[in-house]
T-cell receptor
């Protein structure tokens, strides 16, 4: 079982470039999430999607946009990358909105120079 | 705003010893999750605690939840080197998709 798959695994961008991080889950989960992980900061929620067709801002949404393309896929876009967006990005999914554990992808390590 | 605090943030201990990691959170919630992360890897779910007084055990790890005190503990019994990792607690923050709010993590090193 693939679970949650993220692409790419590594990426280096120049300041001002744009890119899209892809995430897909094969568990038929309703809710999907994007987090970023920075040293000593734990994980912080960027955006989430409670169901297909809906998206909402999390704790740190500035500089990002998302698309819930269908039930399986949830992408994160950086329109104009900044060095402050250097981080490890994790996509996660959950079966329902509460009382269920989240399953995480392998992460995308993004460096903006 | 929900805040989740873990302590200690760094812990070095010897094999065979017992220790407890604490997770405090600031607002009412009855959904508490523990995750493990190995260096350079993803997060692995350890425990899901969904009610006051919930206790779950897996091997040398035991987690508990006291919703009245807004406190969860992760207890390690007779630690072994393989348990070296970073441990995160996370609390369901409510809202449309109940996004998780994470603590900063406890970096645990277990030395022979």
């Amino acid at each position: 079982n693939a679970g949650v798959t993220q692409t790419p695994k590594f990426q280096v961008l120049k300041t001002g470039q744009s890119m899209t991080l892809q995430c897909a889950q094969d568990m038929n989960h309703n809710s999907m999430y994007w987090y970023r992980q920075d040293p000593g900061m734990g994980l912080r929620l960027i955006y989430y999607s409670a169901s297909e067709g809906t998206t909402d801002k999390g704790e740190v949404p500035n500089g990002y946009n998302v698309s819930r393309l269908n039930k399986r896929e949830f992408s994160l876009r950086l329109e104009s990358a900044a060095p402050s967006q250097t981080s490890v990005y994790f996509c996660a999914s959950r079966a329902g909105t509460t009382n269920t554990e989240a399953f995480f992808g392998q992460g995308t390590r993004l460096t903006v120079v | 705003e929900l805040k989740v605090e873990q302590n200690p943030l760094f812990l070095s201990m010897q094999e065979g010893k017992n220790y407890t990691i604490y997770c405090n959170y600031s607002t009412t919630s009855d959904r508490l999750y523990w995750y493990r992360q190995d260096p350079g890897k993803s997060l692995e779910s350890l425990f899901v605690l969904l009610s006051n007084g919930a206790v779950k055990q897996e091997g040398r790890l035991m987690a508990s939840l006291d919703t009245k005190a807004r406190l969860s503990t992760l207890h390690i019994t007779a630690a072994v080197h393989d348990l070296s990792a970073t441990y995160f607690c996370a609390v369901g923050s409510g809202g449309g998709a109940d996004g998780l709010t994470f603590g900063k993590g406890t970096h645990l090193i277990i030395q022979p």
